[in-house]
């Protein structure tokens, strides 16, 4: 049974998208593990549409070139024709209150009024367009972050509910902890995680910045005025982020990588070094597919037609037992 994850084109994507997911999707995933480019979601806020669509072919190019099989991603508007009428189902057995809870619409949502912008509907019922996403596949491991695992609960629950108010026509789906894998910090703000979607992108390093770039954001990077060359995240956050981006990138222990150096600007000479060398050829990939645009649009159809294969019966199974279709 796959195991479902996705990337949301709200951004460019960054050294934490691929270190902390990506790179793991490609070595551990399992052959019918399925990813896919989440554009749906990057519309539950403002958005230019002509940035979500060339930033949803980037994503799909990062994905295949950092080598998951292109037969196991797919771009989720694509299947917008499944997805439209499973998720108004899946509206229809979930109530209110259910989608009120979700924490992480009442933090997004106090936070666009507290700036005076509208709240999209969108917003409060994306969760539900998620567990169309996953219920359509038969996904039965999504691994998720915690801010996630709520909305797999939902999904979870819809499911239940469904397949006990008209008939089995989900699996019912469980949310998975990935082991520990690389937390990227923002190398200015080391307290906030690397985001794709941050205000200031002074230390978020993107995939696909120029070396001379990602140089010069490791060179300002924030360390601290101890100059004690260990690894301690909580007295120092910004030098423990360094370490553990050199750590991820070498593939050493990071307190081993902490004990080969003297000085804080050497550690940073290493993590730029070790990003570039991780990227440069990961980049290279990215653009041959963004230029082969003829193999890309190939790769996305291959991909949606797979995708739309598996979920067909289900929907249909779902449409009949809710007596519509
Ligand atoms: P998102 O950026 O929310 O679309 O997330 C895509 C994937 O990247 C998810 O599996 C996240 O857990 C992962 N991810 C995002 N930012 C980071 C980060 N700074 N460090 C590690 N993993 C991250």
């Not at 994507?13 to 989440?38: H, K, M, Q």
């Not at 994503?59 to 997805?83: R, T």
């Not at 906030?192 to 390093?205: F, W």
């Amino acid at each position: 049974m796959p195991r479902l994850s996705a990337i949301t084109p709200s951004g460019p994507a960054t050294l934490g998208n691929y270190l902390g997911a990506i790179r793991r999707w490609a070595r551990e995933g399992r052959p019918g593990d399925l990813y896919f480019v989440s554009d749906l979601h990057g519309m539950t806020t403002p958005y230019h549409p002509q940035r979500l669509r060339a930033r949803s072919r980037e994503m799909l190019a990062l994905l295949v070139a950092a080598g998951i099989e292109p037969e196991q991603v797919f771009v989720q508007s694509d299947l917008l024709p499944q997805l439209g009428p499973l998720t108004w189902v899946l509206e229809c057995s979930c109530s209110f209150g259910e989608a009120a809870r979700m924490t992480q619409f009442k933090e997004k949502s106090a936070a666009r009024e507290l700036a005076a912008t509208p709240v999209r509907v969108g917003l409060f019922t994306y969760p539900v367009l998620m567990a169309a996403d996953i219920l359509l596949q038969g996904a039965d491991e999504v691994p998720v972050g915690d801010d996630q695992a709520q909305h797999v609960e939902l999904a979870r629950a819809l499911a239940r509910r469904f397949n006990g108010a008209y008939g089995e026509a989900f699996v019912v789906p469980e949310a998975v902890t990935p082991p520990a894998a690389a937390r990227v910090r923002d190398l200015s703000d080391p307290s906030r995680k690397m985001d794709k979607s941050a205000r200031d992108s002074a230390g978020v390093l993107f995939v696909m910045d120029d070396p001379d770039l990602l140089a010069r954001k490791v060179r300002r990077a924030v360390t601290d005025g101890l100059g004690r060359l260990e690894y301690r995240p909580d007295e120092q956050p910004g030098l423990a982020n360094l370490l553990e981006i050199l750590a991820a990138c070498t593939g050493q222990p990071v307190r081993a990588v902490a004990a080969g150096f003297s000085a804080y600007g050497e550690v940073k000479k290493a993590v730029t070094e070790a990003v570039i060398d991780e990227l440069r050829p990961l980049r290279e990939r990215m653009r041959g597919l963004l230029e082969d645009t003829t193999e890309l649009d190939r790769i996305r159809k291959r991909g949606a037609m797979v995708a739309t294969d598996r979920g067909a019966h289900r929907l249909a199974t779902a449409l009949r037992l809710a007596g519509v279709g």
